[in-house]
């Protein structure tokens, strides 16, 4: 069974840096499609990234230019850099994987992951 665990979290004033890590493991199965999401409280979670098996990359219009998302295959990681963070993108930030294709030009939904981590807190002070 498919495990997701992230990590990097924290509190940082705005315009700091973070960078999130999610390691893969166990999966049967390559991932196809990997992604992170984040959910602020009373909100629906909302797609920031993904990357496929491909190497092509998708952001969100909210973090494009400020966040990168990064894969790295023999580490089993996935990696989301966030630059310049603003008091808006306060959420819990969560990964999310999934074994077969899913190409599009644009996040996708959050419906077509299987596997999801626990998520790990982002607070951004003004």
């Known amino acids: 069974q498919g495990r997701l665990v992230e990590s990097g979290g924290g509190s940082v004033q705005a315009g700091g840096s973070l960078t999130l890590s999610c390691v893969a493991s166990?999966?049967?199965?390559?991932?196809?499609?990997m992604a992170w999401f984040r959910q602020a409280p009373g909100k629906e979670r909302e797609g920031v990234a993904n990357?496929?098996?491909?190497?092509?990359?998708n952001y969100a219009k909210s973090v494009k230019g400020r966040f990168t998302i990064a894969l790295d295959n023999d580490k089993n990681t996935l990696y989301l850099q966030m630059n310049n963070l603003k008091p808006e993108d306060t959420a819990t930030y969560y990964c999310?994987?999934?074994?077969?294709?899913?190409?599009?030009?644009?996040?996708?939904?959050?419906?077509?992951?299987?596997?999801w981590g626990q998520g790990t807190q982002v607070t951004v002070s003004s």
């Open positions: 999310a994987a999934r074994d077969r294709g899913y190409y599009v030009d644009y996040v996708p939904p959050a419906r077509i992951f299987d596997y």
């Open positions: 990357i496929d098996d491909d190497g092509n990359k």
């Open positions: 166990g999966f049967t199965y390559n991932i196809k499609v």
